[in-house]
């Protein structure tokens, strides 16, 4: 059982994801349920967590997600100015990342986008708005070179790769030549042989043969810093 704190805070919780698909924070919390400091709020979400309502997403600033709610048959209360108030019981549901959630990928180095460099090796973190991740495990390369500029990628971009060892044809990879050289490129198949596309007409193709090339993910997005 749910003390009436419990319900009122996981109530909070589901109507403000209902409504915005964003966390409230410690702060609204604190206020939502009349409490004088944070920490009772963190002991509210551990207990909540403990019972297998409630899950913090990892890596992800004010990221909370309601697992279940109470069951509909023992309707539960909240109070709210010495007033019982019945508690609205929302569909369980799994809800969406919010648009402005960040998440940090392991950043790798630099890739080359033009002829095909050392592999990457370096292993910093890059703060990433979630809503540029789709589903699958992520990591991040810093663009160097201009041989993808006209797919709209330059040098300096932050390219985000989920993680993958197949791709369609047309598909944007990461390919691992050799098992050395990484580059960024188009993915074509001719016969036996790949093929590596530019996006710039000053660069040619780069042909292998398909034992000499390893796919290390697929483009999922882009970050620019502007200076």
Do not use: C, W
Request: aromatic share 6%.
């Amino acid at each position: 059982m749910l003390t009436a704190k419990q319900h009122e805070l996981l109530h909070f919780i589901q109507e403000r994801l209902d409504s915005s698909g964003i966390s409230p924070s410690f702060e609204e919390m604190k206020e939502a349920l009349g409490l004088k400091s944070k920490s009772g709020i963190h002991r509210l979400i551990s207990a909540l967590e403990e019972r297998g309502f409630l899950r913090r997403l990892p890596n992800r600033a004010r990221a909370l997600e309601v697992l279940k709610v109470p069951d509909a048959a023992k309707p539960a209360v909240r109070e709210r100015r010495d007033n019982i108030v019945p508690m609205r019981q929302p569909a369980p549901a799994m809800r969406p990342i919010a648009a402005n959630d960040i998440v940090e990928v392991p950043l790798h180095g630099k890739i080359a986008a033009g002829v095909p460099i050392e592999a990457f090796e370096d292993h910093n973190n890059l703060a990433v708005p979630a809503a540029l991740l789709g589903a699958g495990e992520h990591y991040a390369l810093e663009v160097s070179g201009d041989s993808m500029v006209e797919a709209g990628i330059f040098d300096g971009d932050y390219a985000l790769i989920q993680k993958a060892s197949t791709a369609r044809e047309g598909d944007i990879v990461v390919a691992l030549v050799d098992g050395q050289d990484a580059t960024l490129k188009y993915f074509r198949r001719e016969g036996r042989m790949i093929r590596l596309d530019p996006a710039n007409s000053a660069y040619e193709p780069q042909r292998y043969p398909a034992d000499r090339v390893i796919v290390q993910g697929r483009l999922s997005g882009l970050l620019r810093r502007y200076h």
